[in-house]
């Protein structure tokens, strides 16, 4: 009699725990989460919290949709075809309050543009005052309407002498008197793989380039509906960036491959040593305000310069682009090692 009790019982705990399981699955809300490339160490942080639990703890069932090159994430959000969008820096979100669209960046993944100028050692272009010395800037449009512009207006670099970048850094190598744009965590460990020299490397962001990069945006909609479910993932963000930096990144890099098989077990680990060697994700601000931070004062600073050189117009209420509801409260810090 009490063997059967016993089992009765038992039998009843599990289906309540079904029951539960099942009910708390219902529950999860299911976002999307656009990037904006093949997937790679540069989006670490939030396939560290798709692999160890960090996003479904807080309530979410986060998909990452890879970007690429015939694949516009960005558009798919502004459609409401998915719910989270990696940005670039701060003047597409510019761009966006000049053209009346509802979207907002709520959080800076990165601290720091990974944009680098490399050039070869050892031939007189060894330093950024050198640097305006190349004999061509190897360049392609994006960066030459926007950093480069401020580096002619800031530094009085030669805008003359830019040749259009084709992805391929053959013509790199073979001029030594040349300078080519690159991100710090990849086209150098190509020029490395492929011609056998470590480039010098000039990180646009260390000489005032400012703006934030690797940005997580949303329409204003999903703001005002939603709150919870922006706070969830952006605070789930950025515990994932401690998580993939500092703690067991192994499932989230074997997700990388996964969804990317081109990407090699040695350029993940170059591109997070570069991501931790020049601070990109955590430095500066986030020190004492947490991965994501952001600042009025960094956010009008890069504004004005951008201005000043003709990048993008005066009178934009920058303020519209971005909030500080989601950031600056240290969340992660405690997971920092």
């Known amino acids: 009699m009490y063997m059967t009790y016993l089992l009765r019982s038992c039998a009843t705990a599990a289906l309540v725990l079904s029951a539960g399981a099942l009910a708390n699955a219902q529950e999860m809300e299911q976002v999307t989460f656009g990037t904006n490339w093949l997937a790679q160490p540069e989006h670490g942080g939030f396939y560290q919290s798709v692999a160890d639990g960090t996003y479904e703890a807080c309530g979410l069932d986060v998909t990452i949709a890879q970007g690429g090159p015939q694949v516009n994430n ?3 959000l502004l459609a409401g075809k ?3 969008h ?17 979207v907002k960046v709520v959080a800076a993944s990165f601290q720091k543009e990974p944009q680098v100028l490399m050039t ?3 031939q007189g272009l060894d330093t950024w005052e050198e640097l305006k010395n190349a004999e061509e800037y190897i360049l392609g449009d994006a960066g030459f309407q926007s950093y480069f512009q401020w580096m002619v207006t800031e530094f009085g670099f030669d805008a003359s002498k830019r040749v259009p970048y084709t992805f391929n850094p053959a013509p790199f190598i073979a001029n030594p008197k040349s300078a080519q744009q690159g991100y710090i ?30 940005t997580i945006e949303v329409m204003q909609n999903t703001i005002d ?3 919870e479910v922006v706070k969830c993932f952006v605070e789930g963000s950025n515990k994932g960036w401690y998580n993939y ?4 990144n192994s499932a989230a890099n074997a997700m990388i491959k996964a969804d990317n098989p081109d990407m090699s077990d040695e350029q993940i680990a170059f591109s997070i040593d570069k991501l931790k060697e020049y601070g990109i994700v955590d430095s500066g601000d986030t020190e004492s305000m947490g991965i994501g931070a952001m600042t009025d004062e960094r956010m009008q600073s890069f504004y004005d310069k951008m201005v000043k050189a003709g990048v993008i117009a ?3 209420d920058i303020k519209a682009s971005y909030t500080l509801d989601y950031v600056n409260q240290g969340v992660g810090l405690d997971l920092k090692n």
């Open 74 to 76: 960005r558009a798919l």
């Open 82 to 84: 998915i719910d989270f």
């Open 86 to 102: 990696m940005g670039g820096n701060m003047l597409e979100a510019f761009s966006a309050v000049e053209q009346d669209i509802p």
């Open 120 to 122: 070869h050692p050892d």
């Open 185 to 214: 965590t990849s086209e150098p460990f190509a020029v490395e793989n492929a011609a056998g020299f470590k480039p010098n490397l000039f990180l646009v962001a260390d000489y005032g380039f400012d703006t934030y990069s690797t």
């Open 225 to 227: 509906e939603k709150p």
């Open 245 to 248: 930096l500092y703690g067991d």
């Open 314 to 316: 005066d009178g934009i």
